[in-house]
């Protein structure tokens, strides 16, 4: 199965192989077996790092998918030349991480994550693209924010006392 892929997490497993969690534009976030992507000599490692987008083939396993190949699609490279850009774009991958289960495909989820990483790769202010994924992600994941909230509730006490009696 062709999959549009971008890395969130690289786990070593055993002694050569690597735990890669993606999030695809298909199919959410997955859990993919790399064998032998621990290997000096492996062809998969170099398009399986983190601030690309791949194209990944997988096959179904017992426990994991496992990856037969992969190609870069997109590359922000240019994310690694300042650590502020470098560290908000790990936050942003860790928080797509940790706000999305397995297997829960969210096609606008998948657009804000790439479109944050592209702005990051053309310079964007990081803490101006930092707030402005929380707030989309926040939305687009069917929450309301917790300043929405706060100004709805007191938009609603606000009304009880201007009612008239």
Do not use: C
């Not at 190609?71 to 991480?97: K, P, R, W």
């Amino acid at each position: 199965m062709s999959l549009t892929a971008t890395v969130l997490r690289v786990r070593p497993h055993r002694e050569h192989d690597k735990l890669y969690t993606v999030y695809t534009k298909e199919r959410g976030k997955l859990t993919v077996l790399g064998i032998g992507t621990a290997k000096i000599t492996s062809k998969l490692a170099g398009h399986l790092g983190y601030f690309f987008v791949s194209e990944v083939r997988t096959v179904p396993a017992r426990v994991w998918e496992k990856l037969t190949g992969a190609e870069i699609i997109e590359n922000f490279s240019s994310l690694h030349q300042a650590s502020a850009t470098l560290g908000m774009g790990f936050y942003i991958l860790e928080l797509v991480d940790v706000l999305t289960k397995e297997n829960h495909p969210d096609p606008a989820l998948w657009d804000l994550l790439i479109a944050a990483l592209r702005s990051l790769h053309v310079g964007d202010d990081p803490k101006d693209v930092r707030s402005r994924f929380e707030h989309e992600v926040v939305v687009a994941l069917g929450e309301q924010p917790p300043l929405l909230e706060h100004i709805n509730r007191e938009l609603k006490s606000l009304r009880w006392l201007a009612e008239p009696l």
